[in-house]
């Protein structure tokens, strides 16, 4: 296993250190954001995070390697580079095997964590359940790797174009716990509100680390959804999202667009329709992110040093 493992030296000293690490996609960057955005985002987040006692490390394929943290010119060539594969669960074996550029969405970088002992995941928003996924089984593999893996991932909620309650159900079903940070509501992604209630409200850093300490230690297996909501200044309109929502829906509907080629419509419609006000927000809730989970990984590091 060890043998497919790269780590940063920046990664390398902060783990001899003994200084919290905290993981992050590499999707973002390749497949969430246009360039050059994708890679100012990504060097300011991994900043906020050295800023809050903590080491970032992005991880991504490069090489037949698993690398735990990127350089400043690895970061610039996979934001610059087209056609990177998006690597889940399944991908991984033939992409290092294939030598192939990979982008690891949230269940790989969760397994890729844990392989290099990191437990603090930030990133955008976790996938779930698709609309109409008792027809489909349009169902993201990121909730499968959530009730098996043991990472937190600390995120803005589920994007409001999925079927956010029977999201909830299937974690519920897996035993992972969905945590509202100072909410006690579910955020959808570029809201701050979806409707759905959480498990748990937990308002500080240590909490949580005393939480994940706590459910790993009695050895219940797989991570926690640390539900992070965007800031109010940056949050779009719960009703302005669902009416693009429902918009889009009737539209896929009208073109027969099914099946897997639905979320990516839907996705493409709300940033076309938000007039490009859905890059603002995801940012800003990254950066967000990365805060709460920098300050999450040093309250659990202190806790376990």
């Given amino acids: 296993m060890k043998e497919f493992i790269v780590l940063s030296e920046e990664v390398k000293a902060g783990q001899a250190k003994g200084l919290p690490i905290v993981a992050l996609e590499s999707t973002i960057i390749s497949h969430g954001m246009p360039y050059p955005q994708n890679v100012k985002t990504a060097r300011e987040v991994e900043q906020i995070i050295r800023d809050n006692g903590a080491v970032p490390a992005t991880i991504a394929l490069i090489d037949g390697k698993i690398k735990i943290g990127l350089s400043d010119e690895e970061l610039e060539m996979f934001g610059n580079s087209q056609g990177v594969a998006k690597a889940s669960r399944r991908d991984l074996g033939y992409l290092l ?7 690891t969405t949230v269940a790989a970088t969760m397994i890729c964590a844990e392989l290099a002992d ?7 928003g976790i996938g779930g359940v698709h609309r109409g996924a008792e027809t489909t089984m349009d169902i993201s593999a990121d909730l499968e790797e959530l009730a098996q893996t043991n990472v937190a991932v600390i995120c ?6 999925l079927d ?7 974690l519920e079903t897996k035993g992972v716990p969905v945590v509202g940070y100072g909410t ?6 570029y809201t701050r509100q979806s409707g759905f209630d959480v498990n748990f409200k937990i308002d500080t850093p240590e909490e949580v680390a005393e939480m994940l300490r706590a459910k790993w230690q009695l050895g219940l297996k797989g991570g926690a959804v640390i539900a992070n909501p965007i800031p109010e200044s940056e949050a779009l309109e719960h009703s302005f999202i669902t009416e693009i929502i429902e918009k889009a829906l009737v539209e896929a509907e009208e073109n027969g ?5 639905v979320t990516p419509f839907l996705l493409g419609k709300v940033k076309e329709l938000t007039e490009g006000k859905s890059l603002d927000a995801n940012i800003a809730l990254v950066k967000n992110n990365a805060v709460v989970g ?3 990984a040093v309250a659990y590091n202190k806790l376990n040093s």
């Fill in 294 to 296: 920098s300050k999450i």
């Fill in 257 to 261: 667009i099914q099946g897997k080629n």
């Fill in 97 to 103: 095997a294939t030598k192939k550029l990979g982008a």
């Fill in 156 to 161: 803005a909620g589920a994007k409001s174009i």
């Fill in 118 to 124: 990191i437990e603090i995941f930030v990133t955008g």
């Fill in 164 to 170: 956010i309650g029977l999201t909830l159900e299937y």
């Fill in 184 to 189: 006690d509501e579910l955020p959808a992604f």
